[in-house]
């Protein structure tokens, strides 16, 4: 089969490698679309793993083969792929802390190699302990696998307004409209609460008005603060969702969240990154400061209700799609996008 292999940094080469052999317990998933993540960029472009990998993870697509003990599943059923499943079992999970738990970090869909996501090939191999604990969930017959590859990045962004306890009446601020910061306004929107946007493309700012958002502004603009103020009462927004790694966005924030307000990070900063901060900030104005990384078991069901159903437009979020072969390519569209760039989908097989 193909494969993007990563074999360094910025190193991604076009492979023939063989289709992975299953275990009894396994399934092989033949890859329909994959969505191109921040992560999976990241990834590819800082030393952060030892290669070889194939990575991808937002993963629709067919049965094509069960090992001999798998119960429930068939050859041909159509799938979004959960490429994490925590163990239920330690301390973490037992505090719903699934993300940190050591069965979620290490037991991944591959590809071949270390386990990755293996989402950028032809197949993928699921591992039984992700088939037997809910990793495969059926995508209607109504459902495109493009649509259903989004129920990952659905799971993600709905962990993070549910840690944020974003209710209806609220008002949220969401730094960066890029394809998460769409998601998040379109959450916010079906949530009951109000969203407001900031990015620094015209386009992305016109994006955000038209998935619902009740305003959006440049980010640059030097009355940000006080026009967010004057939509709020006064007060300044409830929650503050950053979707960008950006230090200036988390000081937006901070002039911008009400006393008693939220501010959640999303996005990952640079390691060498360190944000200098007065303490009797969060203090005296008792602003809360929460970090979501990755999904939430407990939302799996949910996050497949809202993509499966339509809750909200994923579609919407689709600009570009490209064959495996130009996954480089797609990764350079992502880093300096244009101004329509937003979701970038990757086709391994083309779609009956």
Not at 29 to 43: E, T, Y
Not at 105 to 134: C, M, Q, R, W
Not at 315 to 320: C, E, F, G, V
Not at 323 to 331: M, T, Y
Request: proline fraction near 6%; glycine fraction near 8%; charged fraction near 20%.
């Amino acid at each position: 089969m193909k494969a993007q292999v990563f074999r360094g940094v910025n190193q991604l080469s076009y492979e023939d490698i063989p289709v992975p052999t299953l275990e009894a317990d396994e399934v092989l998933v033949q890859v329909r679309v994959v969505g191109l993540c921040q992560s999976d960029i990241k990834k590819i472009r800082y030393p952060l793993y030892e290669p070889p990998r194939i990575f991808g993870h937002e993963t629709a697509g067919t049965i094509a083969a069960v090992g001999n003990n798998v119960k429930g599943w068939q050859v041909g059923q159509r799938v979004a792929v959960m490429h994490h499943i925590p163990c239920m079992r330690c301390a973490y999970c037992l505090n719903d802390n699934f993300s940190m738990c050591d069965v979620y970090k290490n037991i991944s869909t591959t590809a071949g190699f270390n386990a990755s996501g293996g989402g950028f090939a032809d197949y993928v191999k699921v591992p039984g302990h992700i088939v037997e604990n809910g990793g495969l969930i059926s995508i209607p017959d109504n459902i495109s696998f493009e649509e259903a590859s989004f129920v990952e990045p659905t799971n993600c962004c709905l962990k993070a307004v549910r840690k944020a306890q974003i209710a209806p009446g609220q008002t949220v601020l969401v730094t960066g409209a890029g394809p998460i910061g769409l998601m998040f306004i379109m959450l916010v929107k079906y949530f009951g609460a109000k969203a407001i946007a900031t990015d620094l493309l015209p386009s992305r700012i016109d994006k955000a008005l038209s998935v619902a958002a009740e305003a959006a502004f440049d980010a640059r603009d030097p009355d940000l603060s006080a026009k967010i103020h004057a939509l709020t009462g006064g007060l300044g927004v409830d929650v503050t969702l950053l979707a960008v790694p950006s230090e200036k966005a988390f000081f937006q924030a901070l002039d911008s969240t009400r006393k008693g307000g939220k501010i959640l990070f999303f996005a990952e900063f640079p390691d060498e990154v360190e944000i200098p901060i007065n303490p009797n900030i969060l203090y005296r104005r008792e602003i809360d400061l929460i970090g979501s990384y990755s999904s939430s078991y407990r939302l799996q069901n949910l996050s497949a209700d809202i993509v499966f159903n339509q809750r909200i437009d994923v579609k919407a979020l689709i600009s570009d799609r490209y064959p495996l072969k130009d996954l480089s390519a797609a990764v350079e569209v992502a880093i300096a996008p244009t101004p329509d760039t937003y979701k970038i989908l990757i086709y391994p097989q083309k779609e009956d």
